[in-house]
Each structure stands twice: as C-alpha cells, then as structure tokens.
C-alpha cells in the first residue's frame, strides 16, 4: 500500500538526495585558491575542474533511484527493508566520498562544508525511520495471520 508513512519518509530521502544537486558540499581553500566541491566535480573559481566527483554522482543516482524503486516494492516488505539498509550504506558511502574529496584530495586546505555536505545524514535517518515503519507492518500483519 503506497499510503503508509514510510512512503512519506521514503519520498523525503529522494527529495533530499535532490537537493544536492543544486547546493555546493564543500568550499576548499587552499594556498590562496578558492575550490568547489559538487556533486559532479572540484572546480576553482575560474571554471577550471581540478578533479572529477563521478563515483559520488553515481553513488547519489543509485540512491535516489533506489528509494523510489523501494516504495513500489509494498507487496514484499523483507525485500523493502533490506533495501532500506543497502540504501543506508550508499548513504554511508556518499559521506566517506564527500569526506575523501573534501579533505585529502587538496593539501593543507580549509574546508568549509556546505549545506549538501549535511544531506547524507538527513537520508540516512529518513531511510532508518522507513525501515522501521516497514518492519512495524510487518510485526503486524504477521500478528494478524497468527490470530486466523
């Protein structure tokens, strides 16, 4: 049933992987050059791409599409709650790479996270309390078939 809560709490961790995409996750200053981390690359202030972030893009692809593909899995809450916790770990996986460019791919740099360096963990509970809502009806209906 796609009316229950952990939809709800499903379609925010896809609305907030979204948000990436528009916000800087990090503004690096190192040895008097201005850097942006997003989700796509390290660029300095002249347009000039530094490195390249395809592993963090396809990482926040894979769970976006996830959370969406887990909604339309209702009939099947084992399957939904194991996606749940592989769509955790992708998160896990966006901090550590968001992490990995952010501080060791530029020498003695300041780091200034922006607002999609705090993302991750927003998805990160948002995937939690679905997963929780899902096992909640599990527990339920399996209460139920024990009364029949």
């Known amino acids: 049933m796609i009316q229950r809560i952990q939809t709800v709490w499903l379609i925010l961790a896809s609305i907030a992987g979204s948000l990436i995409f528009f916000f800087p996750i990090a503004d690096i200053l ?66 550590g790479l968001s992490a990995y460019f952010a501080y060791s791919v530029l020498p003695l740099a300041d780091v200034a996270l922006g607002v999609s360096a705090f993302i991750p963990f927003i998805m990160f509970i948002l995937n939690m309390m679905a997963r929780n809502g899902i096992r909640r009806d599990d527990k339920l209906v399996r209460s139920v078939d024990r009364i029949r």
């Open 30 to 95: 190192s040895q008097g050059e201005k850097y942006t981390l997003d989700f796509n690359d390290l660029t300095n202030v002249s347009g000039r791409v530094f490195t390249t972030a395809y592993a963090y893009t396809g990482v926040l692809g894979i769970s976006i599409v996830l959370n969406i593909l887990t909604i339309f899995l209702y009939k099947n809450r084992t399957l939904q709650m194991r996606l749940c916790v592989y769509n955790s770990l992708l998160v896990i996986a966006l901090v």
